[in-house]
DNA sequence: GAGGCTAGTGACAGCCACTGACAGTTGACA
DNA sequence: TGTCAACTGTCAGTGGCTGTCACTAGCCTC
């Protein structure tokens, strides 16, 4: 951020992403062009792609960045706690921790906005999903080496953290349709819903 | 398929279908154009999306009948089961029949490589991903429905569905970069993975 | 079996995401 | 202040995809 040049490319790539977005949330992720993105801030479509690589890729700059607290976080795990144990108090923190990280590039009120125009537009939905299948990849490798295995002979790294991506995705799902749209809202339904897989795989149902 | 017009749009989708899946494992998805694909079968490429909504769609025909053929696997079981055990013996199942479905429109051998040509591009996994979440939420509709609870209240139909849908995914992940590339190889992985996930969830793995 | 009807098709024009090439402009820095 | 490099705009082109329209070939009736 030292130089003019580099200040005025900062604030390029920021007004792009925030007009981005918002002409996201308010007309639709398919019903906006990069052209008209380009247009609202004043640059050439041209310009656009130099700083994003495709169109899909500003919906996913604040995802990323949530990706990254993430992964960090798992890395800060003491390595005396269980895979599941880490797993868990790594989403916690992350979720207690993330606010401010947005903040420096949009408001967390826009992203929440966006991230439920992701879970309800198919295209990018099914990209969300595959990011989260490379996040769940590394979180894997660092679960391995953790425990002090291969994760190409020994399937339990993989195998513990999609299941807990899976528990993860539903909390995600359940959050994105429902009433309360806030970080609070959705820290508590990720600990509600890690409590109750455990009963939802092995007890009766049918019994109380 | 009783008039002769009906036979022949049979034939050029038929045609179409394999040339493309043809296309795609061999020179790559996409380095394949629709172009090609409608010129190999010798139509015009405006035929080709009659057929097809879209290139993608060309791709997930056969995964399109697996999943079908998963899901009534699903209604079938009784409802005595637990929703593991009927989910489990529905995999199991499935893999058991679903040879004989696919081989009415293209090779097994065929479609083998193109699952495994899914899982190695990234859109069309990602395109994949969805699919299957769309196919558990079906999934976890009939899982409410044997155990009389309502999907939108509990969360543990959708939860269970989630979780074994995880194993699921790491399974066909860990085959399509194997060696064995079979129907068979895939059937045993499923049963190994889903006897080890419990024990590695709950299990010390440094204690052995 | 000659006629009309219509499903299926090709040809064409156009939108949009994205890319390469080239030229112009504007900050950085000596 | 002049030179260089970074950044940008313009333009032309590709590929996926859609709407339109006219034409052909199978179907169906009389």
New interface residues.
């Given amino acids: 951020m030292e130089t003019l040049r580099e200040r005025k490319k900062q604030r390029t790539r920021d007004a792009l992403l925030r007009s981005a977005l918002e002409l996201f949330v308010t007309r639709g992720y398919e019903h906006t062009t990069v052209d008209e993105i380009a247009e609202s801030v004043d640059v050439s479509q041209r310009t656009f792609f130099r700083y994003f690589a495709s169109k899909e890729d500003v919906a996913f700059f604040v995802p990323r960045l949530t990706e990254a607290h993430y992964i960090e976080a798992v890395r800060r795990r003491p390595p005396e706690e ?3 144990e880490a797993l868990r108090r790594s989403v916690m923190d992350s979720w207690d921790t993330i606010e401010e990280a947005i903040e420096r590039y949009v408001p967390v009120e826009l992203f929440l906005r966006t991230y439920k125009m992701i879970e309800a537009t ?1 295209v990018l ?3 969300h ?2 990011r989260q ?1 490379e996040t769940e990849e590394e979180i894997a490798r660092i679960v391995a080496e953790r ?3 291969d994760p190409d002979t020994d ?2 790294p ?3 953290v ?2 807990f ?3 993860i ?2 909390t995600e ?2 959050w994105s349709v429902g009433e309360d749209f806030s970080v609070t809202a959705i820290r508590e339904l990720t600990a509600s ?1 890690l409590d ?2 455990g009963p ?2 092995t007890g ?3 019994a109380g």
Same sequence: chains 1, 2.
């Fill in positions: 269980t895979p599941l198919p939905f099914a990209a999903l595959r299948a425990e002090g295995v399937p339990r993989r195998l513990v999609a299941v991506g899976a528990v995705r539903v799902r359940n819903y109750q897989v939802a795989l009766n149902w049918r």
